[in-house]
């Protein structure tokens, strides 16, 4: 699900002009005419002026146009070509001085696609094959062009490669903030879902071994009880497989619908009083008392208190050893509700698990600006308290 969300690079990009985009799809044709801008100018000069120019002028010319075809495979070996063969260029060309467009091309595309520092090196580079470019002059007795370290055309070139760099990283930056986001995203979904399948699955099956055991234990001498804890166990897993089915149809739904789908399952859960006497049925004696105003009318909420009390009861089933009754009392102020769940088991070696019981419990408390607590009572027995306050939803 996931994959087909990740963002793409090009997805962040703003729709270009037609030509402009075909021009991106075909980097082959983009490096040819970069080729000619950066070279037919110098060869058409050339041309009219063929006296003057010695036989090698041409191949360093051909060099130079080989070398910025490479120009994406090897930025800055490209450059270093580039840039020895426009200082040796005045030496078949006395009087043309240092061919600059070919060496802009260079090191935009340097600064372009490696880093600053890289940039900045050839840019160095530049001013140094400038220096070399003066001898030739030196050696004709000619006077040199100064040699300028803030040549406009290599300035230029360096820094909008730098903006185009910099704009590049900016994207692929925010398209991996994106992605990390989609991914913590489905992790929280994933681990709210688990949390719900863990509810609906360990209470059923929990309260299911439970009833199977006092029917297998009460079958001689109490048929009767015993053939209704067989049928309240069909009950149980028809409402348990008609809560997964619940969970199921969700998944299925868009991840949009996903978080109000959960929460508007709520009314669908039975009451504290149904709950209590399932757990009855399965040989619990669940008193449940509730105290102050009535819970409030907020179906995420309720589905909290439900499960905090689900989950300590499934755990009193589960790993209390010797329990026989449990005490749940729920408390309603007009700031928070407290959910209490004691029994009078003893704790086996077998804690709670941490996966999503406990876990789930205090996380459920937390959505709701609350806390938990859990541990073993003195002499014996254990407690599981939860507050949440209310209108603190995801808090």
Request: proline letters at 7%.
């Amino acid at each position: 699900m996931t994959e087909s969300l990740r963002v793409r690079l090009a997805d962040l990009q703003r729709p270009s002009w037609p030509p402009l985009a075909w021009l991106r799809r075909h980097a082959v044709v983009v490096d040819v005419v970069v080729v000619l801008a950066a070279c037919v100018p110098h060869l058409i000069a050339m041309i009219f002026r063929a006296g003057d120019v010695g036989w090698w002028g041409y191949p360093l010319l051909a060099i130079t146009a080989a070398a910025l075809l490479m120009r994406r495979r090897w930025p800055l070996t490209m450059l270093v070509v580039v840039a020895i063969s426009c200082a040796a260029s005045p030496l078949a060309q006395p009087g043309f001085g240092y061919p600059m467009i070919p060496f802009a091309f260079a090191l935009y595309t340097v600064a372009s696609l490696e880093p600053p520092t890289r940039a900045l090196i050839g840019y160095g580079v530049g001013v140094a094959s400038t220096a070399l470019a003066t001898i030739p002059y030196s050696l004709s007795g000619t006077a040199p062009p100064l040699v300028a370290l803030l040549d406009p055309f290599a300035l230029i070139a360096l820094v909008i490669g730098l903006v185009v760099r910099g704009r590049r990283e900016r994207r692929v930056a925010l398209a991996q903030l994106v992605n990390e986001r989609i991914e913590n995203a489905a992790s929280l979904e994933r681990a709210r879902i688990a949390a719900e399948m863990h509810d609906v699955v360990a209470h059923s099956i929990s309260v299911m071994v439970a009833l199977a055991n006092g029917a297998d234990a009460g079958w001689s001498a109490h048929p009767e009880r015993a053939r209704a804890a067989v049928g309240k166990i069909g009950v149980v897993g028809r409402d348990a497989l008609t809560d997964i089915h619940r969970v199921l149809h969700i998944l299925r739904g868009a991840d949009a619908e996903l978080d109000g789908s959960l929460h508007e399952s709520g009314p669908n859960l039975p009451t504290l009083e149904a709950l209590a006497v399932t757990y009855r049925d399965a040989g619990l004696h669940v008193e449940l008392t509730q105290h102050g105003r009535p819970l409030p009318d907020d179906p995420a909420l309720r589905i909290a208190v439900y499960r905090i009390v689900q989950e300590a009861l499934t755990n009193t089933l589960r790993h209390a050893t010797g329990a026989s009754s449990a005490t749940v009392t729920v408390t309603a102020t007009a700031a928070e509700v407290a959910v209490e769940v004691t029994d009078d088991g003893m704790p086996s070696r077998t804690a709670p698990e941490v996966g999503h019981g406990l876990t789930g419990i205090t996380e459920r408390a937390r959505r709701h600006g609350g806390d938990s607590t859990a541990g073993p009572l003195p002499g014996r027995g254990w407690r599981t308290h939860a507050t949440l306050r209310i209108g603190a939803g995801d808090a």
